[in-house]
């Protein structure tokens, strides 16, 4: 086995697993295609570009967004750090912008005396050394023939969006108002607000719309991740639906009128600069002509231009539990390893969170140390565990939820009666999980075989 570790796929995961291996001391061949070979939804070549929203969700304590962070910045993440040296108002979110974050996390990666970044298509799987595929949700349909031909199974894949984002010179102050739901963070979002007689006509238009069918190829198989619905999905479920989604008014009072507006779209900073903003939850996949006059139908946005138009693509991703261990190691090929959105987790955060862990892992393989699973009371370990170990037979990426994570012990649980005090002994829990963890792995001694671990 070499001495290095080949790591294909430049994104949140594949970066943040080069930083953290190289981190360990073991060198590291990072290969990223673009931008040589072009994805659907990458606009440059910049390592860790995002493509959807600029935010890693929620920064607010007793939150499982926040915990995953939290424990992310005591196992120094490079992208944790970067997202918050990047970060724009947002909220209680964590937001950034996006051309900064990208730019910086390329420069690091680059600067970083053990990490070799390679510009080449890697079209199939490397057949030996230490290996980790983060190709993300975009993977090159070569390499993602060579990965169905490993899984022996045939390829899963949902549909994600892209949120539209407007010129913020364009947008009608005298009509949007600044705040955030309930009061947090400040004011930081715009908010649209909707009547009943518009909400109703926007959703109308919305259900006449022509959409961007999938490819014939994929129709019989196409699946939306709930928690990023298009919104001409939602509203097919019912007309009321976007209001109790992405067009929700709960939280927010217009300062002209005093009141709860019927519905609300809100528009959150894409940049330092706060010279655009994305519309939160609309990603959609209506053709562009139609999508722009749907849009202006927003009060607010009747004279708004778009810097980009929202948009559905394929996402791929293996089946985890038929395919990867608790190390997300390949079960039949231990010196594999998968990290990212295509090991089945979806989010930022999620992602670059399975890349640190399997940089470390991957260092510790070649070190010919234990690779320790993460104990399941903290947050990653319980991503991960259900990477690993769910037993739905409709397995479908997930977001870090306090779901995931074990249920106090019942007498606890009784003696804890709020809500808000079982959720900081969670958190409790797994960060002190979480840190013998890491203890663990930094104390493990090798071991005396060849470096291959089961």
């Given at each position: 086995?070499?001495?290095?570790?080949?790591i294909?796929g430049g994104?949140?995961?594949g970066?943040?697993a080069?930083?953290?291996c190289?981190e360990?001391?073991?060198?590291?061949?990072l290969?990223?295609m673009?931008?040589a070979r072009?994805?659907?939804?990458?606009?440059?070549?910049q390592l860790a570009?995002?493509?959807?929203?600029?935010?890693f969700k929620s920064?607010?304590?007793?939150?499982a967004?926040?915990l995953?962070?939290?424990?992310?910045?005591?196992?120094?993440?490079l992208?944790?750090?970067v997202?918050e040296a990047?970060r724009v108002p947002?909220?209680?979110a964590l937001a950034?912008d996006?051309?900064?974050f990208?730019?910086?996390?390329?420069?690091?990666?680059?600067?970083?005396?053990r990490?070799t970044?390679?510009?080449?298509?890697v079209?199939?799987i490397?057949?030996?050394?230490?290996?980790?595929?983060?190709?993300g949700?975009?993977?090159s349909?070569?390499?993602?023939a060579?990965i169905q031909?490993?899984?022996?199974a045939?390829?899963?894949?949902?549909?994600?969006?892209?949120?539209?984002?407007v010129d913020?010179e364009t947008?009608?102050?005298?009509?949007?108002?600044r705040?955030?739901?309930?009061?947090k963070g400040?004011d930081?979002y715009l908010?649209c607000?909707?009547d009943?007689a518009r909400?109703?006509?926007?959703v109308?238009?919305?259900?006449a719309?022509?959409?961007v069918?999938?490819k014939e190829?994929e129709?019989?198989k196409?699946?939306y991740?709930?928690?990023?619905l298009?919104i001409e999905?939602?509203a097919?479920r019912?007309?009321e639906?976007l209001?109790?989604?992405p067009?929700?008014?709960?939280g927010l009072?217009?300062?002209?009128t005093g009141?709860?507006p019927y519905?609300?779209v809100?528009?959150?900073q894409?940049n330092?600069m706060?010279?655009?903003y994305?519309?939160?939850?609309?990603?959609?996949?209506?053709?562009?002509?139609?999508q722009k006059?749907?849009?202006?139908m927003?009060?607010?946005?009747?004279?708004?231009e778009?810097?980009k138009f929202?948009?559905?693509h394929?996402?791929?991703?293996?089946?985890?539990p038929?395919?990867l261990t608790?190390?997300?190691?390949v079960?039949?090929?231990s010196?594999l390893?998968?990290?990212g959105?295509?090991?089945?987790?979806?989010g930022?955060?999620?992602?670059?969170a399975?890349?640190?862990a399997?940089?470390?892992?991957?260092?510790?393989?070649?070190k010919?140390?234990?690779l320790?699973?993460i104990?399941?009371?903290?947050a990653?370990g319980?991503?991960i565990?259900?990477?690993?170990?769910?037993e739905?037979n409709d397995?479908?990426p997930?977001?870090?939820?306090?779901?995931?994570?074990p249920p106090?012990?019942e007498?606890?649980?009784?003696?804890?009666?709020r809500k808000?005090?079982?959720?900081?002994?969670?958190?409790?829990l797994?960060?002190?999980a979480?840190?013998?963890w890491?203890?663990?792995?930094?104390?493990?001694?090798?071991?005396?075989?060849d470096?291959?671990a089961?």
């Open positions: 086995m070499t001495d290095a570790v080949t294909i994104g949140l995961a970066c943040e080069a930083w953290q190289a360990q001391g073991v060198p590291v061949r290969y990223e673009r931008p072009r994805t659907p939804a990458h606009a440059t070549g570009e995002i493509v959807c929203s600029n935010s920064d607010e304590v007793n939150t967004p926040h995953l962070k939290e424990e992310l910045r005591r196992a120094k993440s992208l944790i750090a997202a990047t947002a909220g209680a950034i996006r051309e900064r990208a730019a910086e996390v390329t420069a690091r990666i680059a600067a970083h005396p990490i970044v390679i510009r080449e298509e079209a199939s490397p057949g030996e050394g230490v290996v980790v595929i983060a190709t949700p975009l993977t349909d070569a390499l993602a060579d031909r490993l899984a022996g045939e390829r899963l894949y949902f549909y994600d969006a892209i949120a539209p984002v913020a947008i009608n102050y005298d009509v949007v108002f705040a955030a739901r309930y009061g400040g930081d908010n607000p909707l009943k909400y109703e006509a926007f109308d238009a919305l259900l719309a022509e959409c069918a999938p190829f129709a019989d196409a699946s991740f709930e928690a990023c298009p999905v939602a097919r019912g007309r639906t209001r109790f989604g067009m929700k008014p709960v009072r217009d300062p002209r009141e709860e519905a609300v809100q528009l959150r894409e330092l706060a010279d655009s994305s519309l939160v939850g609309f990603q959609n996949s209506v053709k562009w002509g139609a006059d749907l849009l202006r927003i009060p607010g946005l009747e004279r708004a778009f810097l929202g948009q559905v394929r996402n791929t991703y293996v089946n985890g038929k395919l608790p190390t997300l190691q079960k039949h090929q010196r390893f998968f990290a959105q295509i090991s089945g987790v979806e930022y955060v999620e992602s670059l399975t890349g640190l399997v940089g470390r892992w991957a260092a510790a393989l070649i010919g140390r234990p320790i699973p104990p399941r009371a903290s990653l319980s991503l565990n259900y990477v690993a170990r769910c739905n397995y479908q997930v977001n870090i939820t306090f779901a995931l994570l106090l012990a007498a606890e649980a009784r003696r804890l009666r808000p005090e079982r959720r900081a002994r969670q958190i409790a797994a960060l002190a979480f840190e013998e890491l203890r663990m792995m930094e104390a493990a001694p090798a071991m005396a075989t470096g291959e089961a």
